[in-house]
């Protein structure tokens, strides 16, 4: 089965930095988008960024553009969101999520088939 394990949340403060990993298993890594996906109290999920495990597309949401950058490790399976300049806005569960077929590009719009547990993500003022 699919399994997506996301961890590197905590508390930071505003300005400073995180690095998300997602650690994907249960699939053909090459073939895959992987997207990371936030939501914060009364907010819509937001698609942040994404990344075809393929040929390594990448796209961002232009909140974290210039900021946070999604990268990938096929050796080890592995998607890393690095975020740098974090704002209290950011604050969020982060989650990761994976999809065969819709790419990056639509899977952050409509959502994606496959999602792990999120992980929190507290940027104070």
């Known amino acids: 089965d699919v399994q997506l394990q996301a961890s590197g949340g905590g508390l930071v403060q505003a300005g400073g930095s995180l690095r998300l990993s997602c650690a994907a298993s249960?699939?053909?890594?090459?073939?895959?988008?992987i997207g990371w996906f936030r939501q914060a109290p009364g907010k819509k999920r937001e698609g942040v960024s994404c990344?075809?495990?393929?040929?390594?597309?990448?796209v961002y949401a232009d909140s974290v553009k210039g900021r946070f950058t999604i990268s990938k490790d096929n050796t080890r399976n592995t998607v890393y969101l690095q975020m740098n300049g974090l704002k209290p806005e950011d604050t969020a569960v982060y989650y990761c999520?994976?999809?065969?077929?819709?790419?990056?590009?639509?899977?952050?719009?409509?959502?994606?088939?496959?999602w792990g547990k999120g992980t929190l993500v507290t940027v104070s003022s």
């Open positions: 990344i075809s495990t393929g040929d390594g597309e990448t």
């Open positions: 249960g699939f053909t890594f090459d073939d895959y988008a």
């Open positions: 999520a994976t999809d065969y077929g819709l790419g990056c590009r639509r899977g952050l719009i409509y959502g994606m088939d496959y």
